[in-house]
């Protein structure tokens, strides 16, 4: 039979460290939270080989005094709840006082800190578990936390780590969410003494701006509406812009960054009827409710909560962006420079190559902005076919009279092309009709009749006033 045994300090904390360090993005997240809860307004982050070899957080935060130390990185042991009732009213990131001990067990952990009041730091060094003497140190206001050799002494989860390059991505996708949610807070980020982020504080639209770029910022629609207790505040993309995934949506609650299937079910149901099937809305939001009203603690690494009344802030959400979508134009435009005297003169010739390039340039099916700078080329241009299957004459001003007498072979082979076999002209045809080319008659085609077909999408008409593009799916 089977004997029941009481597992060592060493091996539960290595058990807990499999819930909360799942790789070096974890330790990452949960070292920031913890300088961001001591209120630190400058947190450095630098991380060799993806963070596996390396992960180095740096702040300037209140920091720990020297006889904390060695609590500091005890299991469950904190200093942001004291009651079973303070886990119902959470409004620190960090609450359970598992990561350092995780983190210390699974790694060769080092942490100096002082205080502003102290005269000198002091550092605890914690190697698989087995904690060193606290020992004075040398050292600015704040704290610094290193971690070297992660999963050194647990090799079969070293194992499943990805790649160096794959493992530092994700450091830096749990940067910008912290980023995000605190653009008051300074984060350098670098990977192999090469800078990958460097953000200034600021305000949440600027703080945007600096991970994404002016392109996407500049499509953004603000949000912020407030139903008593409950603010939702941000920003939401243009339809324009989509994504075939759903991670560059970022709800943020209370600081904090979260997953969670209600709210974004009434994103996708605000953006119904915008988008085609297939794509995702982008959204930067942020939910501010009182903590009472949600539970942070029923998942380990915190990225799902629950809330108290989930109904009423999926209805806060879907109303909220539905009602700025109503008093939003969200037509997309273009802005083509059009020659008259070119226009006339190249109608008859079919779409100009400058509408052909614009057209397969702004019409082209999505692409994830992630893969831009990817090989890329649009697919090449095929005359759109009509119902019968044949080529479309192309539509303009023309005057066939005019283009016969010039010999234009191209226009007679776009018109025999378009023209029934029935009613072709040839001497001794069935059809009875007289052999030789009949009357031509100058022909203005009507305004908004389409020109050309684009991708099996779009139909693209001139109009008096410009450029008119038709999404037939929409």
Not at 62 to 78: D, K, M, N, P, R
Not at 405 to 419: K, M, N
Not at 438 to 462: C, F, G, K, T
Request: proline share 7%; glycine share 8%; with cysteine.
């Amino acid at each position: 039979m089977p004997q029941i045994n009481q597992l060592s300090a060493t091996v539960v904390n290595q058990i807990a460290a499999g819930e909360v360090i799942e790789r070096p993005a974890s330790v990452v997240k949960e070292l920031v939270e913890n300088s961001l809860d001591a209120g630190a307004r400058r947190v450095d982050v630098v991380i060799e080989k993806g963070g596996v070899d390396l992960i180095r957080v740096v702040d300037d935060g209140c920091g720990i005094e020297a006889e904390q130390l060695q609590l500091a990185v005890a299991s469950h042991a904190t200093s942001k709840i004291v009651s079973a009732d303070d886990l119902f009213r959470v409004a620190s990131l960090g609450f359970r006082g598992e990561a350092l001990a995780s983190i210390g067990a699974v790694s060769r952990l080092q942490i100096r800190s002082r205080p502003e009041a102290a005269e000198a730091a002091a550092r605890i060094e914690v190697v698989g578990g087995r904690e060193e003497p606290i020992e004075p140190a040398a050292g600015p206001r704040g704290t610094l936390i290193e971690v070297r050799q992660l999963f050194f002494n647990t090799p079969v989860r070293k194992k499943f780590l990805r790649t160096h390059q794959t493992e530092a991505s994700h450091v830096t996708e749990a940067i910008v969410r912290l980023a995000l949610a605190h653009p008051h807070v300074h984060f350098p980020l670098s990977h192999n003494t090469r800078q990958v982020h460097d953000l200034p504080p600021g305000g949440f639209f600027e703080r945007i701006t600096q991970l994404f770029g002016a392109d996407l910022a500049g499509s953004l629609l603000p949000i912020d509406a407030v139903d008593e207790d409950v603010r939702l505040f941000g920003y939401v993309a243009n339809p324009t812009h989509s994504r075939p995934h759903n991670r560059m949506q970022y709800l943020l609650l209370n600081g904090r960054f979260i997953r969670d299937r209600s709210l974004q079910h009434a994103l996708g149901e605000a953006y119904r009827g915008l988008l085609l099937t297939g794509r995702f809305p982008i959204c930067f939001l942020q939910l501010e409710i009182p903590p009472a009203s949600v539970d942070v603690n029923v998942h380990p690494t915190k990225l799902e909560v629950r809330f108290q009344d989930g109904g009423r802030l999926y209805s806060h959400l879907l109303g909220s962006l539905r009602t700025r979508f109503l008093s939003t134009d969200l037509v997309a435009r273009a802005n083509l420079p059009v020659d008259g005297e070119d226009a006339e003169a190249g109608s008859g010739g079919g779409p100009s190559a400058e509408l052909m390039r614009w057209a397969q340039r702004e019409l082209a099916p999505a692409v994830d902005d992630d893969d831009r700078h990817s090989a890329w080329a649009p697919p090449a241009y095929e005359e759109p076919r009509n119902a019968l299957g044949m080529h479309d004459v192309a539509l303009g001003r023309v005057d066939p009279g005019d283009a016969a007498s010039r010999g234009d072979i191209g226009f007679r082979e776009r018109v025999e092309q378009g023209r029934p076999s029935d009613f072709r002209t040839a001497s001794g045809d069935e059809s009875g009709l007289p052999a030789g080319p009949p009357a031509m008659v100058r022909y203005d085609a009507p305004a908004s009749l389409p020109a050309l077909q684009i991708h099996n999408r779009y139909l693209v008409s001139e109009t008096a006033e410009g450029l008119e593009v038709i999404d037939q799916h929409a």
